[in-house]
């Protein structure tokens, strides 16, 4: 089994800053992409960023520029810094991996964290 477990959230005024992180532990072979989605109220899940293993970054349009992802594979974190906040950025922060388990199996195997409240106030 993957646990992720994320850190960070919080409240927070337009045009400010905060620091995700999601730490991943358990059995597994190796964690391939690592990313952020999130989930306002009455609205789906979206992709915000995901990250390679190999460190290739994927962002969406509404945070291009403001959002920055990274990862330590050595320790098995994801961050996110989120820098010039907006009211519209206001979710449920969820991180993702995607996880070989074992030399066994070529699988891949997706594992969610348990959430973090981001709140943007106007």
């Known amino acids: 089994q993957v646990q992720l477990v994320e850190s960070g959230g919080g409240l927070v005024q337009a045009g400010g800053s905060l620091r995700l992180s999601c730490a991943a532990s358990g059995s597994f072979l190796s964690i391939n992409a690592m990313g952020w989605y999130r989930q306002a109220p009455g609205k789906q899940r979206e992709l915000v960023a995901d990250i390679t293993s190999g460190g290739s970054t994927n962002y969406a349009d509404s945070v291009k520029g403001r959002f920055t992802i990274s990862r330590d594979n050595s320790k098995h974190t994801v961050s996110l810094q989120m820098n010039s906040l907006k009211p519209e950025d206001t979710a449920v922060y969820y991180c993702?991996?995607?996880?070989?388990?074992?030399?066994?199996?070529?699988?891949?195997?997706?594992?969610w964290g348990q959430g973090t409240q981001v709140t943007v106030s106007s």
């Open positions: 993702k991996a995607v996880v070989r388990i074992n030399i066994y199996s070529w699988k891949e195997y997706t594992y």
